[in-house]
């Protein structure tokens, strides 16, 4: 699986739009794009996935950029129980999933 | 909907004791996956399970096994238990194994604390 570099912080105005993002360069065409985030101590949890296309579900909206070495998570209208720890993977199959060091967003009123 | 379950929730031992995890997927998946998650740092990858058979092993120390049931759920055991092992220990399941779009459901994980 291809390595993802993600800034290891972030802030965000409760209200405002988070954009996550992610750097994975070395990813290969049959790599899918997964974000995933944990909330203090809980099980991760998945929030939405692409190959190419952007994609957009009740959680986020995740935009790929053409050459796929990276993407950015949409959070719309981050809320103070957005805060968690964000993880990017670049998976690939294989029974099994290996988390970066991923980005802290702390939502702030 | 049902989400994966895992017993117990927390878990007090001594050291060199012994301990059981146990994970109940998802119904109709198949695949489960371990990891352990230690004080501030990311998940690791343990092992995987597909339809009962182990496909895939990561930092897993030899004192740890685990299997997966005809029912698919799956048992972590871990034996003389070290004051590193005290960690979350997640476990996650999928309905569709190996393949690159494979989305991974998981449990709220069992504290271990060992003393």
């Known amino acids: 699986d291809a390595k993802t570099t993600q800034p290891p912080s972030m802030d965000c105005a409760e209200g405002r739009a988070a954009n996550l993002p992610c750097n994975h360069s070395?990813?290969?065409?049959?790599?899918?794009v997964y974000w995933y985030r944990q909330i203090h101590s809980q099980g991760p949890q998945y929030i939405i996935h692409?190959?190419?296309n952007n994609e957009t579900n009740e959680m986020a909206s995740l935009i790929i950029t053409e050459d796929r070495k990276s993407s950015t998570l949409i959070l719309p209208h981050a809320t103070l129980r957005d805060t968690a720890v964000y993880y990017c993977?670049?998976?690939?199959?294989?029974?099994?999933?290996?988390f970066g060091a991923g980005t802290r967003l702390f939502v702030k009123a | 909907a049902a989400g994966v379950i895992q017993s117990p929730r927390h878990l007090i031992k001594e050291k060199r004791e012994t301990a059981t995890l146990k994970c109940y997927p998802i119904?109709?998946?198949?695949?489960v996956y371990w990891y352990q998650q230690g004080p501030g740092q990311d998940p690791q990858f343990l092992i995987s399970f597909y339809e009962k058979m182990q496909s895939d092993k990561g930092s897993i120390p030899d004192r740890f096994s685990a299997q997966q049931f005809s029912d698919y759920h799956s048992e972590l055991n871990m034996s003389s238990l070290e004051l590193g092992d005290s960690a979350l220990y997640f476990c996650?399941?999928?309905?569709?194994?190996?393949?690159?779009?494979?989305?991974?459901?998981f449990g709220p994980g069992t504290r271990l604390l060992v003393l």
């Open positions: 692409g190959l190419k």
């Open positions: 996650a399941s999928s309905s569709v194994a190996g393949v690159a779009e494979e989305t991974q459901y």
């Open positions: 993977i670049a998976y690939t199959g294989g029974f099994k999933t290996i």
């Open positions: 119904p109709r998946h198949d695949t």
């Open positions: 070395t990813i290969s065409g049959n790599e899918y």
